[in-house]
């Protein structure tokens, strides 16, 4: 069990996205009619919820209040850069949470930040490997992927939440 949960803590971002897909379900079977906009809506707002405010919320607490934890996991030193790190993490939880609630330019803002810092980040474990040999968890494990993956991920539900707006308003539209 101790495993376990060191796993689903140490691999937080997959946690995270197995919970929004979770959460989606339940949101989904709850609705009175399952349409496919509902379906978009709920993976994409839950996606939101967990893999964005969540996830950055618990990055923000691991290096701004256990940075020393938080760099031994990485395979890095501690340096005034972990808590940096860690406020940046808290404002993207902050908008992560405003768009779960929010339009579609929240929506947008919060997929794209975290998408750049995802990106620069995968980029950084990236050179590290290749220089420092550094294959630690935290810098070359799960992290690593969802660093590549969960952004895209966020700009598909973008992209099937616009499609999909695009088509309603085509079936509405007065012949």
């Not at 860690?86 to 405003?98: D, E, K, T």
Request: hydrophobic residues 55%; glycine residues 8%.
């Amino acid at each position: 069990m101790q495993a376990t949960i060191i796993f689903l803590i140490s691999n937080f971002t997959l946690t995270c996205l197995v919970l929004g897909l979770i959460a989606s379900a339940i949101a989904i079977s709850r609705a009175p009619e399952v349409t496919r906009s509902v379906v978009i809506e709920k993976l994409f707002a839950y996606f939101l919820l967990f893999s964005i405010f969540v996830s950055f919320f618990y990055n923000a607490v691991m290096h701004v209040v256990f940075g020393d934890t938080a760099a031994r996991f990485i395979g890095w030193a501690q340096s005034p850069f972990q808590a940096e790190v860690g406020f940046a993490s808290l404002g993207f939880a902050i908008v992560g949470l405003l768009a779960f609630f929010g339009d579609r330019g929240l929506r947008i803002a919060a997929i794209t930040g975290p998408a750049f810092f995802l990106w620069g980040a995968a980029g950084g474990h990236t050179y590290q490997m290749i220089t420092a040999h550094n294959f630690a968890p935290g810098n070359a494990g799960i992290i690593f992927w969802t660093d590549v993956f969960l952004p895209i991920i966020g700009f598909a539900f973008l992209w099937l939440q616009r499609s999909d707006t695009r088509i309603e308003r085509r079936r509405t539209r007065p012949a």
